[in-house]
């Protein structure tokens, strides 16, 4: 019965999203190509991972934030998405570390008009706070949530659109100083503006999109067609 079934299932034609398919080759080719944007072995994969989940935003930070977590070792790394006219932020995924001491970052709403979430918003780079304790940017309401989840440091910076700031990335070092230098905060910097925004940007078109009529037009596509990038089963 499921045998048969099974077989049926793999002869139907699948239905593809053209907005997807058509962005998520696009970005392969700008981010991966010849054009050689990302020249960092790391960045590679990780642009390589994000694309072939381009139609799960969700998925696509959440490799993301896991990625970042494991290579600049935070303790903990949230984010999601954020336009900078909304009135509060809530982040939509985080990556936790085993040995953490702290609480989720996901049960907590921030006013992103306040000091510090307006401040990465608007600066078009990295904010790093290496002291919330010490740090004078932030009011004392944040601070006073920060420190209550047990964060030491911190260091963020906005998924941008060009100059339009869509979402917010976080990584936070719990109850313990952040080993930072200049080669990780660049590395970080060079992530979530090569990669992150470019395909964040994409994820969120490719969402917004998905009610059109085309993501359900039945589209032949071969197999031996789909780059790795492409191909889920890769």
């Known amino acids: 019965m499921h045998g048969k079934s099974a077989a049926v299932r793999s002869h139907q034609t699948p239905k593809v999203n053209h907005a997807f398919v058509l962005a998520q080759r696009h970005l392969r080719h700008r981010l991966l190509g010849s054009s050689q944007v990302l020249t960092d ?9 994000m694309l072939l989940y381009l139609d799960d935003g969700r998925h696509c930070w959440q490799l993301a934030m896991d990625w970042l977590r494991e290579q600049l070792c935070a303790d903990r790394v949230d984010g999601g998405f954020c336009p900078a006219q909304a009135h509060s932020y809530r982040p939509w995924v985080e990556s936790l570390s085993p040995q953490a001491e702290g609480d989720s970052a996901l049960a907590v709403s921030w006013d992103v008009q306040a000091a510090g979430i307006r401040d ?8 790093y706070v290496p002291s919330v304790q010490r740090a004078a940017n932030l009011d004392a309401g944040m601070k006073a949530a920060l420190l209550q989840q047990g964060t030491f440091g911190k260091l963020s910076m906005a998924v941008s659109d060009g100059a339009r700031p869509i979402g917010l990335v976080c990584l936070d070092w719990l109850r313990r100083p952040a080993d930072m230098d200049d080669g990780r ?3 970080f910097q060079d992530a979530v503006i090569n990669v992150m925004s470019p395909i964040l940007t994409a994820a969120q078109q490719v969402a917004q999109d998905e009610g059109a009529a085309d993501w359900a ?5 071969s197999e031996d067609a789909l780059s790795p990038a492409e191909d889920r089963k890769s």
């Open 41 to 49: 072995r790391r960045q590679r994969d990780l642009a390589a991972h």
């Open 120 to 127: 990465v918003l608007r600066a078009g780079r990295l904010v």
């Open 185 to 187: 905060l660049v590395m």
């Open 217 to 221: 037009v039945p589209m032949k596509v």
